[in-house]
């Protein structure tokens, strides 16, 4: 039984570096200039930032198929798009939690912050792990085919996300959380509400780790594919926080997004899915369902 394709790896660490410059440029302009100490960009400022960082992640996708082929630039944007999209359905389980807790938007500010920054590194580790395995034993392709079916079913059939929310508010809230007079949460508090939004960052990377790897194999595209999607989350976050209700159909399109994802990963022994049309079928699915949800209005609550 032959394995998947394996996409040939970037060469030069110097491009490994150069990632990791950006990156870290990025993250110093969203701490320490967007979201200076007391201070919360607008609407406007986050609606802008995202738009940046989509057109860089655009840019980068060109640079990759320029450098490493055609396909390599497919892989990368499948890989953002999946993550990206499955990162919306994310940001939806913060914008519940936040308003349970009733955390101002500094504090909101803060929480994604600094819980992006640990998303970026056990992404990283989750990507490496599961790239070892899928190297070393063939049937784990099949597990992770698995695992993305069963995920798939579940969010065609109900919306998980508001099950494991409702779990995550009474831990926090049986665990109270303590406040300073002018409203600010305590040190520890603030550490267990990030401790909060990593372990709901680790349960969809269950579902988002395998999902990126159904379109390549390379650790670099995987991680870096995961990295832009994920920097983009916090100001997202506060563009959408208004229209986030509205996306009530987009679990059946993320359901429909890994079932194909897992039946390409199952098959990959005997059919093969150019990237492309993965490409094609991602943004169309996507695209569809949020069209979908802002069309029909949802059910009172």
Known sequence: MKPATKTPEIPHSERVILFAIIVAALLFIDLGVLHRKGRCESTRTAAIWTIFLVLLAAAYTLCIGWRSGHEAGFEFASGYLIEASLSIDNLFVFLIMFRALKLEKEQQHRVLLWGILGAIILRGLFILLGVQLLDRFIWVQYLFGVVLAIGAIRLLLAHP?????????????????????????????????????????????????????????????????????????????????????????????????????????????????????????????????????????????
């Open 161 to 301: 996300q508001k099950q494991t929310t409702s779990r995550l508010i009474r831990g926090l809230q049986h665990h109270g959380l303590r406040r300073l007079p002018d409203g600010r949460l305590v040190l520890a508090s603030f550490l267990l509400v990030i401790c909060a939004v990593e372990l709901t960052d680790l349960v969809f990377a269950i579902d988002s780790v395998p999902a990126v790897l159904a379109v390549t194999r390379s650790p670099i595209l995987a991680w870096t594919s995961n990295v832009f999607a994920i920097l983009g989350l916090r100001s997202l976050y506060f563009v959408l926080a208004g229209l986030l209700d509205r996306f009530h159909l987009l679990h059946y399109g993320l359901g429909i997004i890994l079932a194909f994802v897992a039946f390409k990963m199952l098959a990959a022994s005997w059919i093969q899915i150019p990237t492309p049309v993965s490409l094609c079928v991602i943004l169309t699915v996507v695209a569809a369902f949020i069209t979908l949800s802002l069309a029909r209005k949802p059910k009172a609550a």
